[in-house]
């Protein structure tokens, strides 16, 4: 059974970074059969896909067009964890953050996901 | 706004039957898998629906999924208390190079 755990401050200020860490258990961020996303939730803009990572003998990732400037996601293999960092936050980017877990090959189907992350950015 | 149109509420009495719909484009519904979402309140999305069609292992048989062209829909045979949620289509968009969500359908059990 795969479990992510996630993990971060929950307060950011304008301008700063936010960063997030996601820890895999029950599967391996090496996987070949894997996709690593960032995905978050605001009431005003619902859900919005922010990027993935993903190994296939290198690592790739993936960025969404509105994030692509600021957005970095890595993993971490002798962790077993995968990572966010957005730059320049703004009051904006302030949601519910969540890592999940897609199958191979399937890019909206998200299996497994982390507990969520509610991140306000203010001052 | 979001690229894939859900209806905003939806909602049942017992043991009736609900759907709810997803409209899209030719970039993104016409050519690809349809997922529907679960969101309890104050939990993570979970899948319901995945390949338009499949119903992942422990989910209820009463959940059933179609899609015709730009559009697709969710359909709750039976709706029971335990259903009212909120449910979220997502998929993938060719012109995006990414996934997309509906914005989301809140199905009140009455």
């Known amino acids: 059974q795969v479990q992510l755990q996630q993990s971060g401050p929950g307060l950011v200020k304008p301008s700063q970074t936010l960063s997030l860490t996601c820890a895999i258990s029950g599967d391996s961020v090496s996987s070949n059969s894997a996709v690593w996303n960032w995905i978050r939730q605001t009431p005003s803009r619902g859900l919005e896909w922010l990027g993935r990572?993903?190994?296939?003998?290198?690592?790739?990732?993936d960025y969404a067009v509105s994030v692509k400037s600021r957005i970095t996601i890595k993993p971490d293999a002798s962790k077993n964890q995968f990572s966010l960092q957005l730059n320049s936050v703004t009051p904006e980017d302030t949601a519910v953050y969540y890592c999940?877990?897609?199958?191979?090959?399937?890019?909206?189907?998200?299996?497994?996901w982390g507990q969520g992350t509610l991140v306000t950015v203010s001052s | 706004q979001s690229v894939l149109t859900q209806p905003p509420s939806a909602s049942g009495t017992p043991g009736q039957r609900v759907t709810i719909s997803c409209s899209g484009s030719n970039s993104n519904i016409g050519g690809n898998y349809v997922y529907w979402y679960q969101q309890l309140p104050g939990t993570a999305p979970k899948i319901v629906i995945y390949r338009s069609n499949q119903r992942p292992s422990g989910v209820p048989d009463r959940f059933s999924g179609s899609k015709s062209d730009t559009s697709a829909s969710l359909a709750i045979s039976g709706v029971r208390s335990e259903d009212e949620a909120d449910y979220f289509c997502?998929?993938?968009?060719?012109?995006?190079?990414?996934?997309?969500f509906g914005g989301g359908t809140k199905l009140t059990v009455l």
């Open positions: 997502a998929v993938w968009d060719d012109s995006l190079s990414g996934p997309v």
């Open positions: 990572t993903y190994y296939r003998s290198n690592w790739y990732n």
């Open positions: 999940a877990k897609s199958p191979q090959g399937s890019g909206s189907w998200y299996d497994y």
